[in-house]
């Protein structure tokens, strides 16, 4: 791994079982509506996301949003590869026997800096954790983002 790619540290391989979304599953078209009342709709992402991933699903918009707020631009190029980090840090922390804090590392088990590359992988986690796995919110702290 070259110092300035940083990646999720992936839990043992094991069978994966497919992800289902909080509603129908991937929803197509123009809109993520009709899940809830506070889903967003393909408006409210960036157009070269809406037009990467027409079909993406109301969690994966979600994860999209927060990855935003927290500062990591989720673009085109980056959604797929973006929400991958979000949903193998989801897996990691519900399979993978680990917390946050020990998938946050880098090849000598130091934790992510809060710079570059290093900081984005942290803004997608807590992202992948805000939308894909808020039950394990309680652990975004062990990120110390800035």
């Known amino acids: 791994m070259n110092e300035s790619t ?3 540290r992936r839990a043992p391989r094991r069978a994966l079982a497919p992800v289902v979304t909080a509603c129908t599953g991937v929803l197509v078209a123009l809109t993520l509506s009709g899940c809830g009342d506070s889903q967003p709709t393909l408006s409210d992402l960036p157009s070269d996301v809406a037009s ?22 989720v673009t085109g190029d ?26 946050a590392v880098d090849d000598d088990d130091k ?31 062990q990120l ?3």
């Open 52 to 73: 990467a991933r027409p079909s993406i699903s109301a969690e994966e918009a979600k994860f999209v949003l927060a990855a935003e707020k927290l500062g990591a631009t």
């Open 144 to 146: 110390k983002l800035p």
């Open 6 to 8: 940083y990646a999720v």
């Open 111 to 141: 934790p992510l800096p809060n710079t570059g590359d290093a900081l984005r992988t942290k803004q997608l986690m807590a992202a992948g954790v805000q939308a894909l796995c808020p039950d394990y919110d309680g652990q975004i702290a």
């Open 78 to 103: 980056t959604v797929d590869d973006d929400i991958e980090t979000g949903t193998t840090t989801c897996w990691a922390l519900k399979n993978g026997g680990v917390d946050l804090a020990q998938i």
